[in-house]
């Protein structure tokens, strides 16, 4: 041993180490085995779950997955078939699920529960558990009362038990997103004997349980879960509110690398993988070793946002200079390789009623120059353009770009990267001048974006703080009009507060951003979703 | 990954004639030292004169030729926005050797000064700084350093700060011995005599004559504080984009070496373990000139 | 030893509670909001600093502290934000995962190194002396995170010889009923030699670049413990006595030159315990050191306090330990203690 890794390169004899001991592995599965990962379907991503409750504080986006297919809803979404070939779920048609059937009423809707449907535990379920789990969601604070209450589903009074089987839900005021926001996730039905046993004082809605306990009756039970490194799925045999799923293992597995991820999918090692960046989604895409599904985010932009309560970006010229400053197509390009929805260089005057759409600007730096000394800073000035370090992949090369060319026009661009931990904190400061930054909204529905980014109640999502009566008037007119079925005030406004958007422009759209998924070719159904998470009920493994 | 063994108390050969031909009969006798020493002329003028000589501007992107392997007109390839490999892991190496030195210094002026104190005096003082020093023993160091810049912020002043810090005990450790030998020495014994101060003679004496000892464990730190600084970049507390440095560029090119794209990764990743391969036969080297007893 | 021991323990005492508060300190110095990070993606202004009190950040810092002591007094590390779960729970199912890569990594290392160092110390000045400096000098110049990520590149990608840098196990089978947590050891005992294997697939890659990392330290304290002994009375007997080189080196030289090189290992397995930060990154190893990254970068407190006093109250173990196992095998050492 001494002699001979005395005269080998270091490096020969480590790699021998390595080929010896992976010789003996036998490249056949035995028979169980085999039959274990056909039923098995393995996914892979960066994240797992913290918490397995929508309701609870602090879930993160894995946990709604978990969360969408371990419990019901009362309605889900029916499937459309795209354009492109890909499953997208259908905004406007509802189907049921726990319920069989509903009745729809200006000030009310009634819905009457399965009558076989039971908990895992096999309770039966009941409208009691239904109204439990509506008063959860509206009381509990947080993300899902906030995320009720853009239905107009806000106080427990709301939700009435008629009989066993039946519950009705007034409405305080008319609202079209009320029937949409009951179909999202966080309208899950929990069992509510089951969690109130665990529930304290300090906890009433027994938040603590169902954190690391589903107490629903899903098409999926969780069997096993490590934080932060797998969770495993099985299927629920007794699962009535819908074809019972075909896969009957899914085990979620979390890589934190992005080219592990890639590697495991091109040699076949696993099934399905969902956040990998844009690029190898496209290079994945040419080699055709693996299927790659990729959407349109609905009501989804990545934009570059200013801060229109400090100078300099309360000019709004300097805010079109920028716009024109922009480097769109090579973002386009060399940051998002081809995979995303372009939001520039749409034509004035023809503007649509749909959300997203893309705005009149393209890079122009003559324009932008002229703009500058309109506004009086012909010499330019200096700032700071922040981003989420979670989001590195897009937003660095992004950021590179634009500091380059905005250099052009004499703003000097420091770049900032925020940590992802305090992202939302900075975001509410409201401080930050320039960011560059993603939101989409589940409900997909131009009023929908346009009141939680451009309306002066500033929310959080208003992360330019830009405030203007007239443009408040104009979502509220298309929400009134929306309500009322009132097709064309709806139109003249929604196109109204498009245009103003995109003449003041606070943010300026860069791109519509997309949603892909890698899957092995015997894999199957997969279905785009609002909330962007994977539907285990609908794959398949050939 | 240096031995923190203490030292035992030295004759040195004195005099300038005796001290250069000793380091010629070391580079002459030891091929690998002047093999460093080589290299680390090589590193010292790309640091100096990189920015002058590199083919393209190292900040430049230029997306129509994004992600070219190497080839006659960009040596390493080209990065995602089309940026020259090769201009940029030139560039990166001023900023890298900076942190390297800077947290060197940085670090010297603490802890060796503390640990000379602590050597020298003894009493409180020792008792002190050795309790510092344990205590930051006990850290996991790296997890440390990134603790640091993590709740300070992530900026170039940070990084060596935090670089100067882990490497404390280390330093405080070395110099606390080699002052501890030399406090009742003939030479100190004489130069209280003539009147000197304590503090005097701790500036004066003491640290002059130790000097040689840390220089060498100042070479052998160089690398470990760049590879501090690499590993603080991989894990996103590196220094703001798009400035080059070659810890950072690893970071970013690991996402495309399973794409084939290893040239991204692969080329600052070389240029980091030949510096820091570099600062460590070279404090080997510096050892051998300085204590050639001690050689390991 | 017992007074030895209990000294010992009074002298490592004061830098525990020096790790606990400049943790605490350091901790809430981190940028992140965790009341806005718990708040949700819509939260208010006002429902933030609901949330703020409800998990106690409105209080002064030194109440804090002393809230955070006494739940530290009864075992209780908190819970981590980001995964939802007890950080004493997720410590100790995590801590054998990193301790047996660490381990297997110092194994092979060992088994390199010291051949090496041997080697050296019988040739010195030659060129096989100057090869194994250079050698191991090159893999501690080496980045662990960039050594890990070249050997799943050519050793997975590449070749496909290397199992999916996925973690402990293959996906499909189960870990071994738990008894020491390693693993290697569990599976060994279960007698399921299909697990040890797959395992021992596992750890090899990452066990590999922790190996590539750590062999200068241990070579070079072979090679000059080596070098020592050579050089001492006794050998020069041995030889004179005509017995054979080899004899020489193996029997009489190495076993008294391993002691100083044992004691290295005990400060070469703490360092790699926190090298092992960068390597678990890259091989999604479920160990503690990915987990206090993730932690640091989320701000997550309670994960990051945690690992660091594990880390801590280990690396003073094991400092005694290693302190009593050298007055148990050099009983010079005790009476100069």
């Known amino acids: 041993m001494n002699r001979k890794s005395s005269r080998r390169s270091f ?43 929508i309701h609870g504080v602090g879930t993160n986006r894995p946990g709604y997955e978990v969360s969408w297919n371990c419990y019901d809803r009362l309605m889900s979404h029916a499937k459309k078939t795209l354009p492109d070939g890909s499953s997208s779920y259908d905004r406007d048609t509802f189907i049921p699920e726990l319920a069989e059937e509903w009745n729809l009423t200006d000030t009310s809707v009634t819905f009457k529960l399965r009558k076989d449907a039971r908990f895992h535990d096999g309770t039966a379920i009941t409208a009691r558990d239904v109204k439990w789990s509506f008063d959860r969601a509206v009381t509990v604070g947080g993300f899902p009362t906030f995320q009720m209450k853009a239905g107009s589903l806000e106080k427990p009074e709301q939700f009435v038990v008629v009989d066993d089987r039946t519950l009705r839900v007034d409405f305080i005021r008319k609202d079209n997103l009320t029937m949409p926001d009951l179909a999202v996730i966080v309208p899950a039905v929990y069992h509510s004997e089951l969690v109130k046993k665990s529930a304290t004082d300090k906890d009433p809605w027994g938040l603590e349980y169902t954190k690391t306990n589903i107490a629903g009756g899903g098409a999926y039970k969780v069997t096993r879960w490590q934080a932060g490194t797998e969770v495993v799925f ?30 495991l999918m091109e040699r076949g090692d696993a099934d399905i993988s969902f956040d990998l960046p844009n690029k190898d989604f496209a290079e994945l895409k040419q080699t055709g070793k693996v299927n790659v599904v990729t959407n349109l985010i609905g009501n989804g932009i990545g934009y570059i946002g200013m801060n229109c309560k400090n100078p300099p970006f309360n000019n709004v010229k300097v805010r079109q200079a920028v716009a024109y400053a922009i480097p769109y197509q090579k973002i386009m390009d060399a940051v998002l390789f081809g995979l995303a929805g372009p939001m520039y260089g749409g034509t004035r005057g023809h503007t649509q009623v749909a959300w ?49 060319s905005l250099a052009q026009i004499g703003i000097k661009v420091t770049i900032n990267k925020v940590p992802g931990s305090n992202w939302r904190a900075e975001l509410l400061k409201k401080e930050m001048p320039l960011i560059s930054n993603f939101f989409s909204g589940w409900l997909d529905y131009p009023e929908y974006f346009f009141f939680w980014c451009y309306h002066g109640q500033n929310a959080v999502f208003n992360t330019m703080s830009y405030q203007d009566k007239d443009m408040d008037a104009l979502i509220d007119a298309a929400r009134k009009a929306a309500a009322e079925g009132d097709t064309a005030a709806y139109q003249t406004s929604v196109k109204g507060f498009v245009d103003k958007s995109f003449a003041e422009v606070p943010r300026i759209p860069l791109f519509q951003p997309t949603l892909s998924a890698a899957l092995q070719k015997n894999i199957s159904g997969y279905t785009y979703w609002f909330h962007r998470q994977l539907d285990y009920r609908s794959l398949v493994k050939a | 990954m240096t031995d923190i063994a203490a030292g035992k108390p030295q004759a040195h050969a004195t005099g300038l004639v005796a001290t250069i031909s000793h380091i010629r009969y070391v580079l002459g006798d030891n091929r690998v030292t002047a093999f460093a020493f080589g290299l680390f002329v090589l590193i010292v003028l790309a640091a100096l004169f990189g920015p002058l000589i590199v083919p393209y501007d190292a900040l430049a992107s230029n997306t129509s030729v994004a992600l070219r392997p190497p080839s006659l007109s960009h040596w390493f390839g080209t990065d995602q926005l089309g940026r020259d490999v090769f201009s940029r892991v030139i560039v990166a190496t001023r900023l890298d050797l900076l942190i390297a030195i800077a947290s060197v210094a940085l670090v010297f002026l603490m802890g060796g000064l503390a640990g000379v104190a602590a050597g020298f005096f003894g009493g409180w003082t020792d008792r002190i700084v050795g309790r510092i020093a344990d205590t930051i023993m006990a850290f996991p160091l790296f997890v440390l350093a990134m603790g640091i810049v993590a709740a300070l912020g992530n900026t170039v002043q940070n990084i060596v700060l935090a670089t100067a810090i882990v490497n404390f005990p280390l330093y405080a450790r070395v110099a606390r011995a080699e002052a501890n030998v030399r406090r009742e020495a003939g030479f100190v014994q004489a130069a209280r005599l003539s009147g000197n101060g304590e503090w005097r003679i701790l500036l004066g004496h003491i640290l002059p004559n130790i000097m040689p000892i840390m220089i060498v464990q100042m070479s052998l730190t160089m690398g470990y504080a760049i590879l501090n600084a690499a590993g603080l970049s991989f894990i996103g507390l590196g220094v703001r984009p798009p400035t080059p440095e070659w810890g950072i560029m690893v970071a970013e090119g690991a996402a495309f070496m399973v794409s084939g794209e290893w040239w991204i990764a692969f080329f600052p990743g070389l240029a980091l373990m030949v510096a820091v391969f570099c600062f460590n036969l070279l404090g080997d080297g510096l050892r051998d000139i300085v204590d050639p007893q001690r050689r390991t | ?61 030194p109440l804090q502290f002393v809230r955070y002591v006494s739940d530290l007094a009864r075992g209780d590390l908190g819970v981590s934000l980001t ?41 010195p000045g030659s060129f096989i002396d100057h090869a194994c400096r250079v050698l191991t000098t090159a893999g501690v110049s080496l980045p662990v995170f960039f050594t890990g990520l070249i050997l799943v590149y050519v050793f997975y990608y590449l ?64 090679r000059a413990s080596m070098l020592a002994v050579l050089a001492s009375d006794f050998v020069r007997t041995a030889r004179a006595s005509g017995l054979a080189p080899f004899t020489v080196i193996v029997t009489y030289a190495f076993r008294n030159a391993m002691l100083p090189v044992v004691t290295t290992l005990g400060m070469v397995f703490s360092f790699l315990l926190g090298a092992n930060v960068l390597v678990e990154k890259v091989f999604a190893w ?49 009476l100069e203690a």
């Not at chain 1, 309109?374 to 634009?402: I, K, Q, R, W």
């Open chain 1, 356 to 404: 997203p759409q893309p705005h009149p600007y393209t890079t122009d730096m003559a324009r932008a120059k002229a703009l500058m000394t309109e506004a009086g800073y012909a010499e330019g000035f200096e700032t700071t353009l922040s981003f989420d370090l979670g989001f590195a992949v897009v937003n660095e090369p992004l950021c590179v770009l634009v500091q380059e």
């Open chain 3, 1 to 61: 030893m017992l007074s030895m021991t209990l000294k010992r323990l009074a002298i490592a005492l004061p830098s525990l509670v020096g790790v606990v508060i400049v943790t605490f300190v350091l901790t809430r110095a981190l940028p992140g909001d965790p009341a806005a990070y718990f708040a949700g993606p819509a939260a208010t202004k006002e429902a933030i600093e609901q949330i703020r009190s409800r998990l106690g950040l409105d209080r002064p810092l």
């Open chain 1, 234 to 263: 099985e299927r629920n045999e007794d699962w009535k509110s819908g074809p019972l799923p075909k896969a009957k293992r899914i085990v979620w597995r979390q890589v934190p690398s992005a080219g592990n991820r890639r590697a």
């Open chain 3, 286 to 334: 479920p160990g503690i050191g990915s987990y206090a990254v993730e932690a640091l970068i989320a701000s997550d407190f309670a994960p990051v306090q945690g690992f660091v006093l594990t880390m801590a109250i280990m690396y003073v173990a094991l400092n005694l330990l290693i302190d009593l196992l050298y007055g148990l095998i050099d009983p010079r050492v005790r």
């Open chain 3, 83 to 123: 995964t939802g779960q007890p950080v004493a729970a997720e410590i100790r199912t995590r801590l054998p995962a990193s301790a047996e890569l660490t381990l297997l990594g110092l194994i092979v290392s060992m088994s390199i190194a010291v051949p090496l160092g041997i080697l050296a110390a019988t040739t």
């Open chain 3, 159 to 222: 070749l496909g010889w290397a199992p999916a840098p996925l973690g402990r196990l293959d996906i499909f089978f189960s870990a071994p009923p738990q008894v020491t947590g390693f693993y290697l050891i569990d599976s060994a005992i279960a007698g399921d030699g299909a697990v040890l294997l797959a395992s021992l697939k596992q750890l090899i890659l990452p066990a590999l670049t922790l190996a590539i990392f750590s062999l200068a330290p241990i070579a070079r304290m072979t």
């Open chain 1, 11 to 53: 490096l020969k004899s480590t790699s021998a180490v390595a080929a010896a001991a992976a010789l003996p592995a036998p490249a056949v599965w035995s028979p169980a085995k085999a039959q274990a990962r056909q039923e098995t379907i393995l996914a892979v991503t960066e994240y797992g779950p913290n918490n397995f409750d």
